[in-house]
């Protein structure tokens, strides 16, 4: 079974901070995404990865694909209360087209 | 244009009941996959639709079911409710069939509480 871990479960740090989110797996994906929700609303689609060492950037957040594509990281940079929200990272598996999400991480940003 | 409609926004049922829940994808989108989201289990894969055929389906019991109509609008349906089936659904809807480079696009959920 595929699974993915995000860490930490819950974040919440003053406006204008740095932080990084982890998304973890013992497993190998075809390409990782990230996603943002807010509350009542479905989740948001940030960014897809697919080559394993790609960095993408979005403004002041950051995305990795790890070099074995088994894991990722979200790193924002002077963090705003616009960012607060539930920051889920799902996997595409080799086998299957099935799409796992991860339980997320669920940031706030304080003003 | 218009988003992915999931009706309706909330529902409140009591426990043996069935629930029909309904999901109108982008225009032009075939795709149509549900998804339960919990606290405690995240986001979970109910099942996808493509082109009126069911294509892969998660580890739910046979409680759930899903349909694809031919304008690829989906319906869900929860027979005998359990007080554990309470959750926000979500679908979303895409282009083509889920894979490593689809892009979702999800609805805002219909929330579902049993009693």
């Known amino acids: 079974t595929q699974l993915l871990e995000q860490s930490p479960q819950f974040l919440s740090i003053q406006e204008g901070e740095n932080l990084t989110v982890y998304c973890n797996s013992s497993s190998v994906f075809s390409s990782l995404q990230w996603y943002r929700q807010e509350p009542g609303e479905g989740p948001v689609l940030l960014v897809t990865v697919v080559t394993g060492g790609e960095v993408k950037k979005l403004k002041r957040l950051t995305f990795q694909f790890g070099d074995a594509r088994k894991d990722s990281s979200l790193h924002i940079t002077a963090a705003q209360p616009g960012d607060t929200g539930l920051y889920l990272c799902?996997?595409?598996?080799?086998?299957?087209?099935?799409?796992?999400f991860g339980k997320g991480t669920r940031l706030h940003i304080l003003p | 244009k218009a988003g992915v409609t999931q009706t309706p926004r909330y529902l409140i049922k009591t426990r043996g009941q069935q629930v029909t829940l309904s999901c109108s994808p982008i225009s032009g989108h075939r795709s149509v996959s549900w998804y339960q989201q919990t606290p405690g289990q995240g986001l979970q894969f109910l099942f996808e639709y493509f082109s009126e055929t069911q294509r892969n389906k998660g580890n739910f019991p046979g409680r759930f079911s899903g349909r694809q109509f031919s304008n690829s609008r989906s319906e869900m349906n929860v027979s005998t409710l359990e007080l554990g089936d309470s959750a926000l659904y979500l679908c979303a809807s895409s282009l083509g069939v889920l894979g490593a480079n689809t892009e979702a696009f999800f609805g805002q959920g219909t929330r579902l509480t049993v009693v």
């Open positions: 799902a996997g595409a598996g080799n086998r299957d087209d099935k799409i796992i």
